[in-house]
């Protein structure tokens, strides 16, 4: 896994459209691009840092091979591909197991009910793993969140190629409203994860004070009284159980 990096835009020219065999297969080669965007590396980059041991037969995929893969061509095939994707674009252990969870429910979904892919515009010809087409890019702030299948690391991003032409539009339109929606959603989850790591840390402060009174309670002799009434707190309630004072 790489080593937390600055926030990157893509290299070179947008992705074209993917050519997926449904459109499960299209979203989840959408997601790894995704991934490599934010990582800052080109599809060669990525190639170099496809290992033998992310494969069963040790043999990493071509440059050529790795560019139909993230255009989604035969990606349904592929597991291994996506599984080391995700590895090497990936900075923590959970942020990649939710990465790969949200990875897997649209591989299970391309196999078990898969969805026909978007047609393409009639003046739309497939182009190379870098071909030109406007981008929407939504960002909010946030750090190393998986939704459904929207990826989140860092300030939220998420990026979808809006198609030329009118067909599809008022899906479009739809798809950049849900994101947008989504990512508000993110924005208070991650606002409630804070809260809670603050509570927490008072949490233990204050079990760790309430130790150290309890410590010098027991050491003091003249702390007889003192003694009974956390004695008699405790057996209220009112206190947690815990270190007892000596008799």
């Known amino acids: 896994m790489l080593e937390e990096p600055p926030r990157h835009t893509r290299r070179g020219r947008p992705w074209a459209p993917p050519q997926g065999s449904s459109a499960e297969i299209n979203q989840l080669a959408e997601m790894l691009r995704t991934l490599v965007d934010e990582s800052g590396l080109t599809v060669g980059e990525l190639q170099h840092r496809l290992l033998p041991e992310h494969f069963r037969e040790g043999q990493p995929p071509s440059r050529a091979t790795t560019a139909r893969r ?50 393409a515009p009639q003046d739309e010809q497939p182009q190379d793993e870098q071909g030109a087409g406007p981008e929407a890019e939504f960002v909010a702030n946030g750090g190393g969140v998986v939704l459904n299948d929207a990826v989140f690391n860092g300030g939220v991003t998420f990026t979808t190629h809006v198609r030329n032409g009118a067909a599809g539009t008022a899906s479009q339109e739809q798809l950049v409203e849900s994101q947008q929606q989504v990512i508000a959603l993110m924005a208070e989850l991650l606002d409630a994860q804070r809260q809670l790591r603050e509570l927490k840390d008072q949490l233990y402060r204050s079990h760790t ?9 027991d050491e003091e002799p003249a702390g007889e009284r003192l003694r009974r009434a956390v004695a008699r707190a405790r057996d209220q309630g009112v206190l947690p159980a815990g270190r007892s004072p000596r008799e």
């Open 209 to 217: 004070a309430l130790d150290t009174v309890l410590r010098l309670v």
């Open 70 to 119: 993230l255009a989604a061509e035969n990606l349904e095939n592929d597991w291994e591909f996506v599984e080391a994707v995700i590895d090497v674009t990936s900075h923590e252990e959970n942020e990649q197991r939710l990465r790969i969870g949200s990875a897997r429910r649209l591989w299970e979904r391309a196999r078990r009910a898969p969805t026909p892919p978007d047609p």
